[in-house]
């Protein structure tokens, strides 16, 4: 099982990304997803997450800009980020608890994807 992440980039101040995670491998079942990001010289933090039922909760400095999203049908989750402002920069990781055909479920992390917002 894997999770790859895309759509990060360089974009200005007032801008929006939209950022992708697909899950692959022999995958039983996907419970929670989550948007996670790590600024310069900062702990991780959890931006956004969303439940198997489809239940949201965001950071506070995120609500109202982000929206996260899935496609079960795809193993996807999505972060809509819109009104980008420069403190948004960070590399964003997914992270899915995951139960394979086989195995135990865990929890998996993507790479990481850069997300620039220029002033």
């Known amino acids: 099982v894997q999770l790859v992440e895309s759509g990060g980039g360089l974009v200005q101040a007032g801008g929006s990304l939209r950022l992708s995670c697909t899950a692959s491998?022999?995958?039983?079942?996907?419970?929670?997803m989550r948007w996670y990001r790590q600024a310069p010289g900062k702990q991780r933090e959890l931006a956004a997450i969303i439940t198997s039922g489809s239940s949201t909760v965001y950071l506070d400095s995120v609500k109202g800009r982000f929206t996260i999203s899935r496609d079960n049908a795809k193993n996807t989750v999505y972060l809509q980020m819109n009104s980008l402002k420069p403190e948004d920069t960070a590399v964003y990781y997914c992270?899915?608890?995951?139960?394979?055909?086989?195995?135990?479920?865990?929890?998996?992390w993507g790479q990481g994807t850069q997300v620039t917002v220029s002033s």
């Open positions: 992270n899915a608890d995951i139960k394979p055909a086989r195995g135990l479920a865990s929890r998996y």
């Open positions: 491998g022999n995958i039983f079942s996907i419970d929670a």
